[in-house]
């Protein structure tokens, strides 16, 4: 597909998060469904944040179904909602958050963290404009970023633009850690609706989302799932053939 994927779990990317945090070591995070992999094919920034990425998790389940029909273990995704909450649990650290539909729903959600996660520690979070930003609100941000001291920045504006930015302003941040996590926000902040877990373990989430955006999501997964099957099947077979003419 052109992609490298971390085969990972979460406990070893919470583990990563942590270190990093303690040695003040800077690293970035993709967490990539099966579109965002198929949306890197077609553009090249994304590809380059992909291949910067220190880790690119699995984030859907297509993508865990086609590491196991390459042959890798995999007993499971890393979804980005999931790694969020269980580095807010887990991860002693100080945390911006940047995205959010608007302000009202930036306030939403970290009233919601700070029920949920009561011991983490979020100092500061801000709402983009849903448009691109000019070189001096940049500026700003990053010096707002940078000034509220955070080791974590946990970014929710939606692939690809999250994965762009973060690798466009790694260098510029203080944060030791970066980390994409799409609709998160959204979930925490109860502006959308969670598929419920059993069609998560059930590889049924996709539909649950589809359901509630059809037209903007039904484009995505019939522009994005069949090529990304299709990817996966030819990378199959050219292993196959690979593998049984060495043994011949």
């Not at 090249?44 to 179904?65: I, K, S």
């Not at 970014?155 to 203080?174: A, N, T």
Request: aromatic residues 8%.
């Amino acid at each position: 597909i052109g992609t490298s994927v971390s085969i990972t779990d979460y406990d070893e990317v919470v583990e990563v998060v942590s270190d990093a945090v303690e040695g003040n070591r800077q690293i970035f995070i993709c967490c990539a469904p099966a579109s965002s992999l198929i949306f890197a094919r077609d553009d090249t920034q994304l590809a380059r944040a992909f291949a910067a990425a220190d880790v690119v998790t699995p984030d859907g389940m297509g993508v865990v179904h086609a590491a196991r029909l390459l042959g890798e273990h995999l007993d499971d995704r890393v979804y980005g909602p999931d790694l969020m909450a269980l580095t807010l649990e887990q991860v002693d650290a100080t945390h911006f958050l940047y995205g959010g539909y608007d302000d009202a729903a930036l306030a939403l959600l970290r009233r919601s963290l700070a029920e949920r996660f009561p011991a983490a520690k979020v100092v500061d979070a801000h709402s983009p404009p849903h448009r691109e930003l000019d070189a001096a609100e940049i500026g700003e941000i990053v010096a707002r970023i940078n000034a509220s001291g955070a080791e974590i920045v946990w970014v929710g504006i939606g692939s690809p633009k999250q994965e762009v930015w973060m690798h466009q302003l790694r260098s510029r941040l203080d944060a030791p850690v970066l980390v994409g996590v799409g609709a998160a926000f959204d979930f925490f902040s109860g502006r959308v609706s969670q598929a419920p877990r059993w069609m998560q373990r059930a590889s049924l989430e996709w539909l649950y989302r589809l359901l509630q955006d059809p037209l903007r999501l039904g484009r995505r997964y019939l522009s994005t799932l069949p090529r990304f099957a299709t990817l996966v099947l030819a990378q199959r077979l050219r292993e196959r053939r690979t593998s049984g003419a060495k043994s011949s």
